[in-house]
């Protein structure tokens, strides 16, 4: 009896752990450094087909925000093309006395493009800043239910993150009331 009892309880502490762990993971999560004006010129880039992309690009527009026309598919991405680490490994034809030599070089190849990363990404910032006109990068993703929607505001003067939030995403929710959560935490209005 004493032992079903410490089962039940050990069962009980299991289970409640593993609630609590995946309840943890869905956290919402938010900070702001600034309100971003509601006049700002922003660019929003968003992973969703175009009727949901217009949906999202017109509740921004209806609160004032001017919006330019930027699509992922835009963006062009090393990645997109191959991933960088799948020419991590190769393969020889060649003599086994040159190998090491052959090997160093193309780890330094490997090198310079992972460390050059951030290089890239702030050049390509500001190809977005002084070409596109725009002062707010705004990037979105949105997930369906029991899952977390995001939300990150890069200021395109300084190249720091000004809003970042994870949103659990609840049941009743949809890309309207996402969009408009994340307009109101992003223009604190």
């Known amino acids: 009896m004493l032992l079903n009892n410490y089962k039940k309880s050990a069962i009980l502490i299991i289970a409640f752990s593993i609630a609590f762990a995946s ?7 938010l900070h702001s450094n600034a309100k971003i004006p509601v006049s700002s010129k922003i660019g929003i880039i968003v992973d969703s087909p175009n009727n949901l992309k217009n949906v999202v690009l017109a509740l921004f527009m209806k609160k004032g ?4 026309a930027i699509n992922a598919s835009d963006l062009y991405t090393f990645k997109d093309v191959y991933d960088i680490a799948d020419m991590k490994k190769l393969s020889y034809d060649i003599a086994g006395d040159t190998v090491p030599t052959v090997e160093k070089t193309y780890e330094n190849m490997y090198k310079l493009h992972i460390y050059n990363f951030e290089l890239n990404k702030a050049q390509f910032l500001r190809q977005i800043r002084d070409e596109w006109n725009v002062e707010y990068l705004i990037i979105l993703d ?5 899952k977390v929607s995001w939300a990150r505001v890069i200021n395109l003067r300084t190249f720091e993150i000004d809003f970042i939030e994870n949103y659990p995403t609840g049941y009743t929710d949809n890309i ?14």
């Open 23 to 29: 309840c943890s993971a869905k956290k919402g999560v």
């Open 65 to 68: 925000y001017q919006v330019t």
């Open 142 to 146: 949105y997930k369906d239910w029991e």
């Open 176 to 189: 309207e009331t996402i969009t408009n959560h994340f307009i109101k935490g992003i223009s604190g209005r």
